[in-house]
């Protein structure tokens, strides 16, 4: 079995401070995590991946996330946010070397730019 | 490359009307998924598919039908819509099965009144 929680529903911050976005998961197995993004009336974009190498991962647009085990956490981080990063973002969870059909995609947090 | 596109970009239909999602890719990827995601949820797999002639279930596939006749296509079916069936739906598709990213298109909304 496997789920993945994301704490906020709605984060907000000033353009140029930094971004948290924090997901916790659980999984029967060895899991992979990934961080997807949903700008307005467009489909998901993969922001970043951890598939069990380095445990801290960089994905696009300066954003990255960090595998910590004991934690079972792999918060989304970006030193200073900018405009265009105003969307919805999703933790995504799967066990590592099954099939895609076993991703489970958490509820969402919606990110809010302030000017 | 145009990726994955889906038609129509809305719709509104009425309990009881049929329709079919359309969803084509051009990146001649193998396995194709059908996702709805409702206000507040994640996404929730419906059908998919590892290659042309082969479709399978996902979580929610109740009131729903795919086919997949070719690679560059996979259309699913509503046959009696039903309010429970308002949601945004979501095409994906991908070159391998494991750890590659999913190619989304930009969703149908649908509302079935």
């Known amino acids: 079995a496997q789920s993945v929680t994301q704490l906020d529903s709605h984060v907000s911050v000033s353009e140029g401070t930094p971004v948290l976005l924090r997901c916790n998961y659980s999984?029967?197995?060895?899991?992979?995590l990934f961080w997807y993004v949903q700008h307005p009336n467009k489909g998901l974009q993969l922001l970043l991946k951890?598939?069990?190498?380095?445990?801290l991962v960089k994905g696009i647009n300066g954003f990255e996330a960090e595998f910590k085990k004991s934690e079972t956490s792999f918060h989304l981080t970006k030193p200073s946010a900018h405009m265009s990063d105003a969307a919805e973002y999703f933790c995504?969870?799967?066990?590592?070397?099954?099939?895609?059909?076993?991703?489970?995609f958490g509820t969402g947090t919606r990110l809010t730019i302030i000017p | 490359n145009a990726g994955v596109t889906q038609t129509p970009k809305f719709r509104i239909l009425k309990i009881g009307q049929s329709m079919t999602l359309q969803c084509t890719q051009d990146?001649?990827?193998?396995?194709m998924y059908w996702y709805r995601q409702d206000p507040g949820m994640g996404l929730k797999l419906i059908y998919y598919?590892?290659?042309?002639?082969?479709?399978d279930k996902g979580e929610v596939p109740n009131g729903y039908n795919v086919s997949r006749s070719t690679t560059e296509d996979f259309p699913l079916r509503l046959e009696l819509a039903a309010p429970s069936q308002t949601s945004v739906y979501f095409c994906?598709?991908?070159?391998?099965?494991?750890?590659?990213?999913?190619?989304f298109g930009s969703g149908t909304q649908l509302s079935v009144l």
């Open positions: 999984s029967s197995y060895s899991p992979s």
């Open positions: 598919s590892v290659g042309a002639g082969i479709t």
């Open positions: 990146m001649n990827h193998n396995y």
């Open positions: 994906a598709s991908t070159r391998t099965d494991t750890n590659e990213k999913l190619f």
């Open positions: 951890y598939t069990s190498a380095a445990t």
């Open positions: 995504v969870v799967k066990p590592t070397n099954f099939g895609n059909e076993k991703l489970t």
